[in-house]
């Protein structure tokens, strides 16, 4: 019977490894190893599974056997490293091949190590900490470029980066909304194709002199500054007023930055945006669009605030099962009921129950700390349980019942919010690798300070 005994804070930027082999002696041995050396420890005995969890639970750093089962620990590498979300995760492959060209064909599809079997656990270790600080070391400067490029493209503002000869060189998301194009469609185009004859042959005067050496003149300098009103036209062709600011990049080749902001109120694509569904269309609840605009309000308010932020990652367990035993018109009835006695806990303006995909729900309290959303969580999960509703495809429990991860955090400037939320995936993953229906609830982010719940 699951109990709060389950719901525990986590160390901060505690590493987490996945390990990949299909011989139970080999993983149980390096998993003993690593929980010694503090690591939080996920184990695969498939290619398959290795994949699974490691999108999911975005470990520091992978060990992986070559001999596998089905796909083998070539494949996985490749297909870590073609994937956007885990393709910078250090793979350490162990093998008993020893042959030169297995390990020159390891380091060509992306390896940052390869131990020889039969292992020496003292040098898996040493290797261990060694690729995970360089991984450290390498984060910080990744992360910089990663806060700058969200930025960018997050900020409401139309944004191009223009070449000395008028070609547009890059433009935001918000760029490519605001004129209508797919990602990566303004590059190449000319500025002036897309103004209006009235300002067109100004702006190339502009660029002219800047390609003569005059961009760092005065004048030149003034005719740069300042937003101004201009028509440009969207990829329909029709012309829209917008403020347009061009300013000079200093940089070892001429380059400006312009801004776009409309000013006509007839966005389309934005206003259909606007108007499109906020709620999951089988549960009735918000949807992850409505959820995720919602956490991102939120967040930047306890930012200000100072205030506590609490969110839980629900998973109902079994669910799969579930679908296969009663059929999915029963298992749409099921997700209705758990998304009703969900809402039921999010009563207040700063709280939300949302459908995230498939099975899993999320839930985020504003202005609440931790031991009150440990509570929750344990309420939430007892709540879902109480509904007695039937699983004949489950091996936790004759009813469903639902594994809840738990992060909690006071977040400043230096945190990010993925970060927060891949906290309470890994705490509802830890639950259901611990036997499901049950809760893990875990502080995080740069200001945890507080001490573990006891």
């Known amino acids: 019977m699951p109990t709060l005994a389950q719901v525990s804070a986590a160390a901060p930027r505690q590493a987490a490894i996945l390990i990949v082999d299909d011989a139970p002696a080999h993983l149980g041995a390096l998993r003993s190893m690593m929980l010694q050396q503090g690591y939080q420890t996920f184990v695969a005995n498939s290619g398959e599974r290795a994949l699974g969890i490691a999108q999911r639970a975005l470990p520091d750093l992978v060990l992986l056997d070559i001999n596998l089962p089905g796909m083998d620990g070539m494949e996985v590498c490749r297909r870590l490293k073609a994937h956007p979300v885990t393709c910078n995760i250090p793979v350490i492959f162990m093998s008993?091949?020893?042959?030169?060209?297995?390990?020159?064909?390891?380091?060509?599809?992306?390896?940052?190590?390869?131990?020889?079997?039969?292992?020496?656990?003292?040098?898996?270790?040493?290797?261990?900490?060694?690729?995970?600080?360089?991984?450290?070391?390498?984060?910080?400067?990744?992360?910089?470029?990663?806060?700058?490029?969200?930025?960018?493209?997050?900020?409401?503002?139309?944004?191009?980066?223009?070449?000395?000869?008028?070609?547009?060189?890059?433009?935001?998301?918000?760029?490519?909304?605001?004129?209508?194009?797919?990602?990566?469609?303004?590059?190449?185009?000319?500025?002036?194709?897309?103004?209006?004859?009235?300002?067109?042959?100004?702006?190339?005067?502009?660029?002219?002199?800047?390609?003569?050496?005059?961009?760092?003149?005065?004048?030149?300098?003034?005719?740069?500054?300042?937003?101004?009103?201009?028509?440009?036209?969207?990829?329909?062709?029709?012309?829209?007023?917008?403020?347009?600011?061009?300013?000079?990049?200093?940089?070892?080749?001429?380059?400006?930055?312009?801004?776009?902001?409309?000013?006509?109120?007839?966005?389309?694509?934005?206003?259909a945006l606007q108007r499109a569904a906020l709620a999951d269309p089988l549960t009735k609840i918000p949807n992850r669009r409505h959820f995720d605009s919602f956490l991102e309000k939120e967040w930047q308010r306890a930012v200000r605030s100072s205030q506590p932020l609490s969110l839980i990652v629900l998973d109902v367990d079994h669910f799969k099962g579930y679908n296969d035993s009663l059929g999915h018109a029963a298992g749409d009835a099921c997700l209705q009921q758990v998304a009703m006695a969900l809402q039921s806990h999010a009563l207040r303006a700063t709280d939300i129950a949302a459908r995230y995909g498939g099975e899993e729900f999320v839930l985020l309290f504003g202005e609440t700390g931790f031991e009150a959303a440990a509570t929750l969580g344990e309420t939430i999960r007892a709540h879902i349980e109480s509904l007695h509703i039937p699983n004949p495809g489950s091996t936790t429990s004759e009813w469903v019942t639902a594994s809840l991860g738990v992060a909690t955090i006071v977040p400043t400037q230096l945190d990010d919010l993925k970060s927060f939320f891949v906290a309470a995936d890994r705490a509802m993953y830890a639950v259901k690798d611990a036997g499901r229906n049950g809760v893990r609830a875990v502080r995080t982010g740069s200001a945890h300070l507080e001490p573990a719940l006891s």
Do not use: W
Request: aromatic fraction near 6%.
């Open 96 to 271: 008993a091949r020893t042959e030169t060209e297995d390990i020159v064909a390891a380091f060509d599809i992306g390896a940052a190590d390869y131990i020889p079997k039969p292992l020496r656990l003292a040098e898996v270790c040493a290797r261990v900490r060694a690729q995970l600080q360089f991984r450290r070391t390498s984060l910080s400067q990744q992360e910089q470029a990663e806060r700058l490029r969200l930025i960018v493209n997050s900020i409401d503002e139309g944004l191009m980066i223009i070449e000395a000869n008028g070609r547009i060189q890059y433009a935001n998301p918000a760029c490519d909304r605001y004129l209508g194009y797919g990602p990566g469609e303004l590059a190449g185009v000319r500025l002036d194709s897309l103004l209006a004859p009235s300002v067109a042959q100004e702006y190339l005067d502009i660029f002219s002199r800047s390609l003569a050496g005059a961009a760092a003149s005065p004048p030149f300098a003034r005719d740069c500054r300042g937003a101004r009103e201009v028509l440009i036209r969207q990829r329909d062709g029709i012309l829209r007023a917008m403020d347009f600011t061009l300013t000079p990049m200093l940089a070892d080749q001429p380059l400006f930055v312009a801004l776009l902001h409309d000013i006509t109120h007839h966005k389309q694509s934005e206003t």
